[in-house]
C-alpha cells in the first residue's frame, strides 16, 4: 500500500472516530453547548444527529473495512478504535427517550437555515420552521442516549471484526498454503527419495557391469596372452630349427625340404604311380597324420609348378630357412645360395656330376 492509502485511511477514521468522541464530550448526546461543528454550515449537533440518521456513519465504516485497507493497517485501526471501544462500553448511559435540548446562534441563521429545513423534513427535529419569521434559538431533539451508544458501538464491532475476520481469513489461507507447501516439499522428498534410491540401484548395477567387463577384459587378457604363446608356439613349430636335433614340424616347409632336394621332380618317380599315389607316399614319409593326403597332393603338385608366382612368393620367404638348416647339420659345407642338392641331383641325371 502507498503513502496516500494510509493519508485516505487516516482521514477515514477520524471521521468515524468524530462521532464516538462526541458523543462522549457531550455526557452521551445530551449537552451541545459546549461542542463547536466542523462544518460552517452546520453545528455539531446537526452534524451528528444527521450523520446517525442519514447512514453517514455506517458508510464511513464501510469505507473503513474496503479490502486494500484491511490487509495492510489492521494494527492503525485497532489502536484508534479499541480505546474508543472501551470508554463506550464503560460509561454511564441513561436509557429511554429524552428529548435534547439543541441550540443555534440566532444570527447565523441564514447559514443554518438549510440544513435546518432538511433535518426538519427528516424528523431529526419536530419544529416546524414555516417562515423567516419562525427563527428561534432553541431545537429539541427525541433521542435514547443507550440506542445511540449502542449504534456507534456497533459500527466500531462491525469494524474491528471485520478486520480481525480479515485476519484470520489471511492467517487460515497462509495456514492452507504452509500446508500444501508443505505437501508439495513432501511429494518432491519422496521423489528426491525415490530418485536416490533409482541412482543407487544404477550404481549398483553399473558396478556390477564395470566388475563384469573388468573380469572380461582380464579374461581377454589371459586368452590373448594364451593365443599370443600358441602364435608363437605355432611360428616357432614352423621354423626351422638351428641344429639336427630339431625336426621339422611344418608339413608344408618339409614338402618344399623334399623338392629342394630332388626328391619332387617327376623324372624320378615311376611314371605308373598317379599323384594320388605319390601323395600317399610322401605323406607317410613325412610322419602320417601330420600332414593330409589332401594338402600333400596339393604341395606336391606346388613344388612342380615352376615359374608359378605363389611358388615364387613361397621360395622367397622360406629359401633361407632350407639353407640355414643345411648349414646347422652340416656346418662344415659350404651352401651357396642357390645351389642345393636338387642342382646336383639334376646334373647327375643328365651325365654332369658337379
Not at 126 to 146: E, S
Not at 197 to 222: G, P, S, V, W, Y
Not at 273 to 283: I, S
Not at 305 to 331: F, M
Request: with cysteine; charged share 35%.
Amino acid at each position: 500500500m502507498s503513502y496516500e492509502d494510509l493519508k485516505r485511511l487516516n482521514t477515514l477514521l477520524s471521521d468515524f472516530t468524530w462521532f464516538c468522541q462526541t458523543f462522549l464530550q457531550t455526557g452521551t448526546g445530551l449537552e451541545w453547548d459546549a461542542i463547536g461543528g466542523r462544518d460552517y454550515f452546520a453545528t455539531a449537533w446537526m452534524e451528528f444527529f444527521k450523520g446517525i440518521k442519514d447512514g453517514t456513519y455506517h458508510r464511513l465504516a464501510e469505507a473503513i473495512t474496503d479490502a486494500p485497507y484491511i490487509s495492510h493497517f489492521r494494527k492503525e485501526v485497532e489502536e484508534r478504535l479499541n480505546p474508543l471501544l472501551a470508554q463506550l462500553d464503560a460509561m454511564e448511559v441513561e436509557q429511554g427517550l429524552h428529548k435534547i435540548k439543541v441550540r443555534i446562534e440566532v444570527g447565523k441563521f441564514e447559514r443554518h437555515e438549510k440544513m435546518l429545513k432538511q433535518m426538519s423534513r427528516d424528523n431529526i427535529i419536530f419544529d416546524i420552521i414555516r417562515d423567516d419569521d419562525d427563527i428561534r434559538d432553541t431545537y429539541f431533539i427525541d433521542g435514547d442516549p443507550d440506542e445511540i451508544r449502542s449504534y456507534l458501538m456497533h459500527g466500531i464491532r462491525e469494524v474491528l471484526d471485520r478486520y480481525t475476520s480479515a485476519e484470520q481469513a489471511r492467517i487460515r489461507e497462509i495456514e492452507s498454503r504452509l500446508k500444501e507447501m508443505e505437501a508439495v516439499i513432501q511429494e518432491k522428498t519422496n521423489l528426491l527419495s525415490t530418485r536416490e534410491i533409482l541412482h543407487q540401484d544404477l550404481d549398483r548395477k553399473a558396478k556390477e557391469q564395470q566388475d563384469e567387463i573388468t573380469a572380461l577384459t582380464e579374461r581377454n587378457r589371459r586368452l590373448e596372452e594364451m593365443l599370443s604363446k600358441y602364435r608363437q608356439e605355432e611360428e616357432e613349430a614352423g621354423n626351422v630349427g638351428m641344429d639336427e636335433s630339431a625336426p621339422i614340424k611344418d608339413g608344408k616347409l618339409r614338402m618344399y625340404f623334399l623338392y629342394k632336394l630332388g626328391f619332387l621332380d617327376n623324372s624320378i618317380w615311376n611314371e605308373g604311380l598317379t599323384y594320388g599315389q605319390r601323395a600317399r607316399v610322401l605323406r607317410k614319409i613325412l610322419g602320417g597324420n601330420t600332414i593330409t593326403q589332401v594338402s600333400a597332393l596339393r604341395y606336391y603338385k606346388l613344388f612342380n609348378a615352376t615359374g608359378s608366382t605363389e611358388l615364387k612368393q613361397y621360395e622367397s620367404d622360406n629359401e633361407h630357412k632350407v639353407l640355414d638348416y643345411l648349414k646347422s647339420i652340416c656346418p662344415d659345407t659350404d651352401f651357396p645360395k642357390g645351389k642345393f642338392v636338387n642342382n646336383i641331383m639334376k646334373g647327375t641325371k643328365r651325365g654332369q656330376p658337379q
